[in-house]
């Protein structure tokens, strides 16, 4: 195909064809040290974003607080994690929609994946975009990062550490401010990301104290059986005891808001 092309350039101007002088991510400047598993997992055929996308010479790296030495010394690699990280938060955001709709449909008993699937893979995605966004030095993106991440956790069940991630977004996130012809410009989380993180941080932290008091008395009461019943400790603990319910934040949010309201 190149020979050819080379031969008819006019049609060349149509197609992206690979580029032989593309620098390989893993040897890019932008990246904190990782180990050997987790390089291989960024470079999962699974969850790979933007390895696709072509140099472009001259081309604008976005704003986000990037420090201009990497706008300029490394323009092309920024941009091109810059948008691996966009693509990484909007298919957080898709699957926290999917999770909605599989929240509002509870009589369907059928569904190819429960909710936790989506919340583990939000997590996972979220993870990943933060490596990112600290090699970017971004505490925009950094904050959106911690906020998704504490979605996935939440969504897992893992309420202490989406305290830790959304507490993390609060303290990251940044203030709105102007463009110099005047417009807002929006900084840090989204609008719909402030308007719920502090909500969010209630939620969990509420979550996870309420997990800690049934552990107690879970523990309490199984030391209890196996001492009146001289079996193990083990054999006496139930674990419908500890299971916590569905987080479902955004159905507590809606609630929150009516009771206000009405």
């Known amino acids: 195909m190149r020979p050819y092309l080379e031969e008819h350039t006019a049609l ?8 032989h002088d593309v620098s390989s991510a893993a040897s890019s400047p932008l990246f ?18 933007g390895s696709d ?13 990037i420090p201009p030495h990497l706008k300029k010394r490394y323009a092309t690699q920024t ?10 938060l909007m298919r957080c955001t898709v699957l926290q929609t999917t999770v909605w709709e599989i929240e509002r449909k509870p ?4 569904m190819e994946r429960r909710p936790y699937w989506y919340y ?15 090699a970017l030095k971004s505490r925009d993106l950094q904050a959106r ?31 709105n401010d102007q463009h110099t012809n005047g417009k807002p410009r929006h900084r840090g989380l989204r609008p719909a990301e402030k308007g719920d993180v502090h909500f969010l941080l209630k939620s969990v932290s509420e979550r996870h104290e309420d997990w800690e008091m ?49």
């Open 53 to 65: 996308i072509q140099r472009e010479k001259g081309r604008e790296v976005p704003g986000y607080d």
């Open 12 to 19: 060349e101007c149509h197609l992206h064809l690979p580029q």
């Open 107 to 110: 009589w369907v008993e059928e």
């Open 79 to 88: 941009h091109i994690r810059h948008i691996q990280l966009r693509t990484l």
């Open 32 to 49: 904190v040290p990782l180990r050997g598993d987790e390089i291989s997992d960024l470079e999962s055929d699974d969850d790979d974003v």
């Open 120 to 134: 583990s893979k939000m997590r996972r995605l979220a993870c990943k975009a933060q490596r990112f966004a600290e």
């Open 145 to 175: 990062c911690e906020y998704w991440a504490g979605r996935g956790s939440g969504g897992t069940r893992d309420y202490l550490a989406a305290k830790q991630h959304f507490k993390r977004a609060v303290i990251l996130d940044v203030e």
């Open 214 to 262: 049934r552990t107690i008395h879970a523990r309490r009461a199984a030391r209890y059986e196996s001492e009146k019943l001289a079996i193990p400790i083990r054999e006496c603990i139930k674990q419908t005891d500890l299971d916590s319910p569905l987080w479902m934040p955004d159905r507590d949010r809606a609630m929150q808001l009516a009771r206000h309201e009405f």
